[in-house]
C-alpha cells in the first residue's frame, strides 16, 4: 500500500522554526518527484517546495530563504526545515508524490482531482504573532 505519513507540525512564534517529515511507504522517493504543499483557508492549493530525482528543488517565492527541503534516501523521507517562520505561514502542509503546481483549486479537492497521486493526511502548522 502506498502511504504518505507527515509529522513535525505545531505551533511556534513568529520567527521561529519547525521541520516537517514525510514518510513514504509502497513506493521509493528516489524516483520521483516529492513536494510540500499548502493550505491557507481561502487560497488556493499552494506548492511550496519540491525536490526531483536528481536533487535539484524548487521554491515558492514566498518561502526562498527560509525553507529547505531535503531527501533521505535511505530512510524514505523527505524533509522541510522551516526557518524564520512567519504568521502567513500557517497553513495544513500535505507531503505530495508527485509534486505539482495546482491553480484554482483548493487543497482537498486537487486530492479528489489528483487522486492518483499520493497525498499524506496534512499537518498543521501555526505561526503565532
Known amino acids: 500500500e502506498v502511504q504518505l505519513v507527515e509529522s513535525g507540525g505545531g505551533t511556534v512564534q513568529t520567527g521561529g522554526s519547525l521541520r516537517l517529515s514525510c514518510t513514504a511507504s509502497g513506493f521509493t522517493i528516489d524516483a520521483i518527484e516529492m513536494g510540500w504543499h499548502r493550505q491557507v483557508p481561502g487560497n488556493d492549493c499552494e506548492l511550496v517546495s519540491s525536490?526531483?530525482?536528481?536533487?535539484?528543488?524548487y521554491y515558492a517565492d514566498s518561502v526562498k530563504g527560509r525553507f529547505t527541503i531535503s531527501r533521505d534516501n535511505a530512510a524514505n523521507t523527505v524533509y522541510l526545515q522551516m526557518n524564520n517562520l512567519k504568521p502567513e505561514d500557517t497553513a495544513v502542509y500535505y507531503c505530495?508524490?508527485?509534486?505539482?503546481?495546482?491553480?484554482?483549486?483548493?487543497?482537498?479537492?486537487?486530492?479528489?482531482?489528483?487522486?492518483?497521486?499520493?497525498w499524506g493526511k496534512g499537518t498543521q502548522v501555526t505561526i503565532s504573532s
Open positions: 505530495v508524490a508527485p509534486a505539482r503546481h495546482i491553480v484554482g483549486v483548493d487543497c482537498l479537492t486537487a486530492k479528489q482531482i489528483y487522486r492518483r497521486d499520493s
Open positions: 525536490i526531483y530525482d536528481d536533487g535539484s528543488q
